[in-house]
């Protein structure tokens, strides 16, 4: 046994001291990434390079090369790469990122490696791979904006032929742009040259375009195309209106405290006021602003001319609405008269509306335009028709005297009549006067101040009526009151705002000496 174990050692050590004096005979490995002769790159990519050289040893040198097969030095950009590492390791791991720069030569490219171990073993390795043009699309950044170049449209959303207009909007592209070509609905495209891989597009166009001629009314489509150095295409549609309003704007209809007379002029009496309820303007392009002026012209002192005063102007943003009742808009004042206390007879006050559409200027804007001008404030007017003595109508005429018969019953004294006035009442005073006895006898007295709930005409009769006037009987035998013979006065006197004044007095006269015994 023990003989055994010894030839077994020396076996194993033959075999051992074998191992160490024979030469390195072990090929070098390297390791690359998974490329193929159809593995494409394209410019601006990103190519990782890994690479693992190893060595049952030592390696001492490690080399890396790309470049393409058939190498053009005539090219203004390369993508290469050649290391030579010089080591003295078991293993060496390349792992880095290469930039693919654009306009180099496309084709097919080499990734070659060797790797030398320490007992001059050589392992080289060639693997291929591809790389293509830029394929990317140049793109529009966001939203292309059309605005109107036109000082005073800038919001409009409608455009006009011949209008000029402002584009906005980045336009990119990952390599460089090389043109930006604009087409509106079919007519001929305008082409612009741009360079650079960010443009605004309004540096570009420069605020040199307009919506050509031959453009109809409706939607059309702004063709934007845009093209890159490599010949990628990317084509956006923006939308666009054109409506080009060649009609001025309509004042459609209108409804006021009375109709406008044809010749443009409302006479109306000081202290009323003539008012628009409805003032309706349309357009089929769109309203732009409206204007309201009212002007009021004193009467023109003799050698003088008159200076006109201004008592409302407005100017409003219609925003482009078709149809507006102007009356509704609160900012706007359609309801004017004339001072009811201090107007003259003849001023006047002008009301004018202009109205532009999108298209107009003020100079071409359509009017509505009508005149107030002040009747003459006549004084009141009192007018008794009837008297009513007892249920009994019967005429009495101004400034005449009616004898009453008192004998048997009470004459109860009432009318129909009315106060007419132009304007307003400032007092009216009805006064039954018993002008033989005074405040002591059978008169009465009213005085009417508060005219602000009242219409004209004033019923004088109803007023009368309530004060219940009454000429009164003596029955035989009983005191006369201290005398035989009385007379009553009616009065009734009427007083404007402006202190003009009508008056009409009844006489009525009772005999009682027939009861004297």
């Known amino acids: 046994m023990k003989l055994q174990n010894i030839a077994l050692y020396f076996i194993l050590y033959a075999a051992f001291t ?105 392992l080289e390795d060639t693997s291929f791979f591809q790389i293509g043009t830029d394929t990317l699309a140049p793109q529009v950044s966001g939203d ?35 043109k930006l070509t604009l087409q509106f609905a079919d007519t001929y495209p305008k082409i612009f040259p741009i360079q650079g891989d960010t443009v605004d597009i309004d540096a570009v166009v420069q605020r040199k375009l307009f919506i050509p001629n031959e453009i109809a009314n409706g939607d059309i489509d702004l063709t934007v195309t845009l093209e890159d150095v490599f010949g990628n295409v990317t084509t956006y549609i923006k939308p666009i209106t054109i409506n080009c309003d060649d009609v001025a704007p309509i004042f459609e209809s209108y409804t006021a405290t009375s109709p406008i007379p044809s010749d443009r002029i409302v006479l109306i009496y000081p202290g009323s006021d003539y008012a628009l309820n409805s003032l309706v303007v349309q357009d089929d392009g769109g309203l732009d602003s409206v204007q309201l002026e009212v002007i009021k012209t004193p009467i023109a002192i003799e050698g003088q001319t008159p200076t006109p005063v201004v008592l409302h102007s407005v100017e409003l943003p219609l925003n482009g609405a078709n149809s507006v009742d102007l009356v509704s808009l609160s900012e706007l004042d ?11 007879t003849g001023e006047t006050i002008t009301v004018s509306v202009k109205v532009i ?144 004044v009508d008056e009409e007095i009844y006489t009525f006269t009772v005999d009682y000496g027939k009861f004297a015994m």
């Open 18 to 122: 074998s191992c160490i004096a024979l030469e390195d005979s072990f090929d070098p490995k390297i390791e690359t990434m998974d490329i193929n002769e159809e593995s494409f790159f394209f410019y601006k990519d990103t190519f990782r390079l890994q690479v693992t050289f190893s060595d049952n040893f030592l390696i001492e040198e490690a080399t890396v090369s790309i470049g393409k097969v058939d190498k053009d030095n005539s090219a203004i950009a390369q993508f290469s790469y050649d290391s030579t590492y010089t080591v003295n390791a078991r293993a060496l791991a390349i792992d880095t990122a290469l930039f693919i720069p654009a306009h180099v030569p496309i084709g097919t490219y080499y990734l070659s490696t060797r790797n030398v171990d320490g007992g001059g073993n050589v």
């Open 144 to 178: 292309i904006t059309v605005t109107s170049a036109v000082p005073g449209n800038e919001n409009n959303t409608v455009f006009c032929r011949g209008e000029k207009i402002i584009l906005g909007g980045f336009l990119t592209d990952n390599i460089s742009l090389s």
């Open 334 to 344: 359609f309801s004017w008269g004339f001072d009811p206390t201090t107007s003259e």
């Open 357 to 500: 559409d999108q298209e107009q200027t003020w100079a071409e804007a359509s009017l509505f335009r009508y005149s107030m001008v002040a009747k003459e404030d006549l004084p009141p007017s009192i007018l008794v028709t009837d008297f009513i003595f007892n249920g009994v109508k019967e005429y009495v005429p101004e400034g005449s005297t009616k004898e009453l018969n008192a004998d048997t019953e009470n004459v109860r004294i009432q009318l129909d009549g009315k106060v007419d006035e132009n304007v307003a009442l400032d007092s009216l005073i009805i006064d039954f006067e018993d002008v033989e006895l005074g405040t002591e006898g059978q008169g009465q007295k009213l005085i009417i101040t508060d005219f602000t709930n009242s219409t004209y005409p004033v019923d004088i009769g109803s007023i009368v009526t309530n004060m219940n006037l009454l000429v009164k009987s003596i029955p035989l035998g009983e005191d006369l009151y201290g005398y035989a013979n009385s007379t009553f006065n009616l009065k009734i006197r009427a007083v404007d705002v402006r202190g003009q």
